[in-house]
């Protein structure tokens, strides 16, 4: 990978049973890397889910049809990110709960973070100002990586 195996831990949080079958499946045969079938959020909790078996899984409003329940759970209560140095969130839509729930974790540990923020102009100004509130020291940059509408990221850097 990039980061050249240096690295003490990589988590990564996947509740579409599809998509996480497929990460094990080709995950390396390292034990630094823990993948866990939950999504993450603002607290623990079991949400309705629109499993996809690709990027566009979602959590959706309850009774949609053909949702599923997940389990979710806060970054700042999960103790295999407690020493958390980078998060980088995808989570179409659910970003803004999901930097909730690691409120504590980004103040602590001042992470680099990479948050997509292009799935609402909500997202845009709100992720921004949030991370900046959470943590005024960091620099942020804004970077658009498609030349689709899609894939617009904050970087958070101290």
């Known amino acids: 990978g990039r980061v050249h195996g240096k690295y003490e831990k990589i988590i990564i949080f996947e509740p579409d049973n599809k998509c996480y079958s497929r990460i094990q499946k080709n995950m390396p045969n390292d034990k630094r890397i ?9 607290r623990e909790d079991a949400l309705s889910f629109v499993a996809s078996g690709d990027a566009a899984s979602h959590i ?12 979710v759970v806060s970054i700042d209560k999960c103790d295999e990110c407690r020493n958390a140095s980078f998060i980088k ?3 179409e839509g659910a970003e803004q709960k999901a930097l909730r729930g690691a409120e504590h974790t980004i103040k602590r540990n001042m992470p680099k973070l990479a948050i997509c923020i292009y799935h609402s102009d909500e997202d845009m100004l709100k992720i921004i100002d949030y991370i900046h509130n959470l943590v005024p020291e960091y620099k942020l940059y804004v970077r658009h990586h498609s030349t689709a509408a899609i894939e617009t990221v904050v970087y958070a850097i101290r």
């Open 34 to 42: 823990q993948v866990i079938p939950k999504g993450v959020w603002d």
């Open 60 to 71: 959706a409003e309850e009774g949609v049809a053909g949702a599923e329940t997940i389990s």
């Open 89 to 91: 969130m995808d989570l």
